[in-house]
């Protein structure tokens, strides 16, 4: 019950521009596309099935019959500090980055992420072009590339 209200919530905040036609086209062009978020599982789950994305990594919020008990399972061990070394997240995004790469049995120079805020800046200095999307100037330091165009993206594919 409770997943289902909060993702059909979650269904009424649009995508950002130009995400689904950047989806789309990098699935035309076969590329493996993934999502890694401190969100819970379930709503990054529904994202992947509604944008056609290959892979999903949230963090398990624990319900028990129909009821959030304030328990959450964390998708890896390997909890990351923010480049100011003060903030901790639930997951380590460029451990999930390392772990895809090597479950794809690709380089991780051959990966680009995209992020915008501090969690994801150690994915974007880990992947080989790190993308700061609509990101603020102190995570637009630690990325390749810089822009508020998602299109933008596929000039580097």
């Not at 993702?7 to 009424?12: V, Y």
């Not at 200095?125 to 990101?135: D, I, R």
Request: aromatic residues 6%; proline residues 1%.
């Amino acid at each position: 019950m409770w997943p289902s209200i909060i993702t059909e919530s979650a269904n009424s905040i649009p995508f950002n521009k130009n995400v689904e036609l950047v989806i789309s086209e990098l699935k035309k062009r076969g590329i493996i596309t993934a999502i890694a978020t401190d969100s819970y599982q379930f709503l990054v789950d529904d994202v992947k099935d509604r944008l056609g994305i290959d892979y999903a990594f949230g963090n398990n919020l624990i319900i028990d019959n129909d009821i959030i008990i304030g328990e959450l399972e964390i998708h890896n061990k390997d909890l990351t500090k923010d480049f100011s070394g003060e903030n901790i997240y639930s997951i380590c995004k460029s451990c999930v980055l390392d772990q895809l790469c090597k479950d794809l049995d690709i380089s991780i120079e051959e990966a680009i992420a995209v992020g915008d805020g501090i969690v994801d800046v150690s994915m974007l200095e880990t992947a080989g072009l790190g993308v700061a999307y609509n990101a603020h100037e102190k995570i637009q330091k630690h990325a390749n590339v810089v822009t508020n165009d998602m299109r933008v993206l596929l000039e580097y594919i």
